[in-house]
């Protein structure tokens, strides 16, 4: 067979071969990493100014966090693992150059926002050690605060450009211990809650909880005074801080490498886990450090919050999750700016890119404002997500060809810029008149485009069929295959690390996590009086800074070892 047509087309412009997809449990760990991070401190503590009550709080987080793990596994999954390209790429076969284009325009605005908040969260770790004012207005109000954004900006960007495997590979270690860390946050500052509420340390029921929730954290009353957000809201939230990548179909990027598209479910790691519980701890977190330094919830960043619940281990927990998420989304927002300006290095339109961002992450908002941004981007990019959903899924279903613009060989699809567009016009349209709450706005969005793109190809000729293009498309992706089948005979097989000091090192490691979880518990529930509980507290900030500082030394060493003996 000539191969050769193949040597020089990048490996991201095919399918997944086989021999590189994974099990669920790599889908559980990625998610797990990826949905635990900097942002639940500020999304956390959003609810609570936002004015939901605790039981909406409870059932609403629950429930829409199974909607999207169920749109991961019935819309991405299945598209994933039967393409097995990414978003970027299967948009290309459909929609050719110039709505690809637009995409990339899209998600370089979208990841530069992301990555600007998180660098502005990493920097109120940093300002707190240097006892700058918290910024609370929109522009920033503190020369050294700006100092501080570019620092940490510059740092973020530089290791975007020249490190990221090794960013991304310690990343993969920290999922873990920010799961304890939030949890133990929350345990922490309980007591000092119900103290404020119940005039004593400890809670003997779950009632207790629900009182203390009620009255000092989810009260039901909004920053301004008036009655807050309802448990719909609440649901429509947690289904839609993550459309830009299930109705997005962003994730068809992770997805693709999964055995099985059942392996959605593993999503569940990340949004029960990740930002059910975390955003719970967060919420508790931040009401905990409001009654301690005896400040508005509003008048405190994660460098407040992290530091009364945590200590030394706070800092580093923001630090951290904000630097692997901005350093993750400026990447991808690099690619995307290089796949336009082709003629430009990845390490360039990084750069470019990365000063924009490092700019706008002076600017506070872009953090404090995080909900409905994350829910305009997901709005920005829900269309595009419906036409790949309406090519790949409804057309066989009605009789129309798949891919049929590539058959014609179009280089502009128009049914699908003008899908996108009356997308856009619908849904901030509707949320222009208010009509309903923005949160749910993707629905009727991604409907609307749906129809609006089927009808449009139609008259383009998606109706038609096309069996000469076809037979040549099948001819070029047995062809890959058999290339990728090749290639798997050539790769050595996987070296699972046994040697008994790797074993020792990731045994230590794990012991830290628990010892760090027991201090806290300990906090919680051994705490009799006010006197027991700061001194509790003060153990677990020594001891838990200490696990802490244990926990990354071994964890990371093992991570190395184990590189070591697959090079």
Avoid at 68 to 97: E, F, N, V
Avoid at 104 to 126: D, G, K, Q, Y
């Amino acid at each position: 067979m000539n191969f050769k047509q193949l040597d020089n087309v990048s490996e991201e412009q095919l399918p997944i071969a086989k021999h590189k997809r994974h099990g669920w449990k790599h889908f559980l760990g990625l998610y797990a990493g990826e949905h635990v991070a900097a942002t639940e401190f500020v999304i956390g503590a959003t609810f609570v100014a936002l004015g939901a009550k605790t039981m909406d709080i409870l059932l609403g987080l629950l429930i829409g966090n199974l909607l999207a793990i169920l749109s991961w596994t019935l819309i991405t999954a299945p598209i994933a693992t039967q393409t097995r390209l990414s978003l970027y790429t299967y948009l290309h076969k459909i929609a050719g150059d110039s709505m690809t284009k637009l995409y990339n325009w899209a998600n370089v605005i979208i990841f530069t926002v992301i990555s600007a908040a998180m660098i502005t969260v990493s920097s109120t770790a940093v300002r707190y050690l240097f006892n700058i004012p918290a910024q609370l207005n929109w522009y920033p109000t503190n020369l050294w605060f700006v100092c501080v954004v570019l620092f940490v900006g510059i740092v973020v960007v530089f290791v975007a450009m020249y490190g990221f495997k090794a960013v991304s590979e310690f990343s993969s270690i920290c999922g873990p211990w920010l799961f304890v860390m939030f949890i133990s946050g929350a345990l922490v500052i309980m007591p000092a809650l119900a103290d404020s509420v119940l005039g004593t340390t400890s809670l003997s029921n779950f009632t207790d909880f629900i009182t203390i929730g009620d009255q000092s954290i989810w009260t039901g009353i909004n920053a301004q005074g008036e009655p807050g957000i309802g448990l719909v809201e609440v649901i429509g939230f947690a289904w839609a801080a993550n459309t830009i990548t299930h109705f997005g179909l962003i994730d068809m990027a992770l997805l693709r490498y999964a055995k099985k598209p059942i392996y959605g479910l593993a999503t569940s790691s990340g949004m029960l886990f990740g930002h059910f519980v975390a955003w719970v701890s967060a919420g508790i977190m931040g009401a905990g450090t409001a009654v301690l330094v005896k400040k508005s919830i509003t008048e405190l960043d994660p460098g407040d919050v992290a530091f009364q619940a945590l200590g030394l281990s706070g800092f580093v927990i923001v630090i951290i999750a904000g630097w692997t998420t901005a350093n993750a989304n400026l990447y991808r927002a690099g690619l995307a700016a290089q796949a336009i300006f082709k003629q430009r290095t990845r390490k360039q339109t990084t750069l470019a890119v990365g000063l924009v961002t490092i700019l706008v992450a002076c600017f506070p908002f872009v953090f404090s404002k995080m909900l409905p941004l994350l829910t305009y981007a997901g709005l920005l990019v829900v269309p595009v997500g419906a036409i790949v959903f309406a090519e790949h899924i409804i057309f066989p279903k009605i009789g129309y060809s798949r891919y049929w613009a590539s058959y014609q060989k179009l280089t502009h699809s128009r049914p699908a810029v003008t899908a996108w567009g009356v997308g856009l016009v619908f849904g901030f349209g509707l949320n222009a008149l208010n009509i309903m709450s923005f949160y749910y706005l993707f629905l009727p969005t991604w409907c609307v485009t749906i129809i609006i793109y089927t009808l449009l190809a139609k008259r383009h000729g998606a109706n038609k069929t096309y069996p000469v293009e076809q037979a040549e498309m099948e001819k070029y992706d047995a062809l890959v295959e058999d290339y990728q089948a090749k290639q798997a005979q050539q790769e050595s097989p996987l070296i699972e690390d046994q040697r008994a000091f790797s074993k020792a090192l990731v045994t230590i490691s794990w012991i830290s996590l628990a010892i760090t979880l027991m201090l806290a518990c300990i906090t919680m529930f051994l705490s009799s009086d006010v006197d027991s509980y700061q001194q509790n507290r003060d153990t677990f900030f020594f001891y838990g800074f200490t696990c802490t500082v244990i926990y990354f030394v071994t964890a990371y060493w093992s991570l190395r070892r184990r590189k070591a003996l697959q090079a």
